[in-house]
Nanobody, 122 residues
């Protein structure tokens, strides 16, 4: 069974920095794209950033220039570094992995982590 576990959330002051991590486990052979989404209180989940299998990255306009997504393919781990945090960055951040090939079972189309809360204070 494929599992994604996020970590690194917490309370940070506006203007500060934070790095989130997400580790995928479960006899994984390969993962296509990995990404981050977030859901602020009372709002819908929104896409934040994606990194493809070959390292290509894309960012939402709301975090472009302040966020860096990276990936350690050997560890099946994706990171999201965010700088110059704003109050509006407060949200639960979710990790996503697409097209997960495993050694023993069928390809998993998509998997989500349980989320990690980031709270930005003034």
């Amino acid at each position: 069974q494929v599992q994604l576990v996020e970590s690194g959330g917490g309370l940070v002051q506006a203007g500060g920095s934070l790095t989130l991590s997400c580790a995928a486990s479960g006899s994984i052979f390969s993962i296509n794209a990995m990404g981050w989404y977030r859901q602020a209180p009372g709002k819908q989940r929104e896409w934040v950033a994606t990194i493809t299998n070959n390292g290509g990255t894309n960012y939402a306009d709301s975090v472009k220039g302040r966020a860096t997504i990276s990936r350690d393919k050997a560890k099946n781990t994706v990171y999201l570094q965010m700088n110059s945090l704003k109050l509006e960055d407060t949200a639960v951040y979710y990790c996503n992995a697409d097209n997960i090939r495993t050694y023993w079972g069928p390809t998993v189309p998509s998997a989500w982590g349980q989320g990690t809360l980031v709270t930005v204070s003034s």
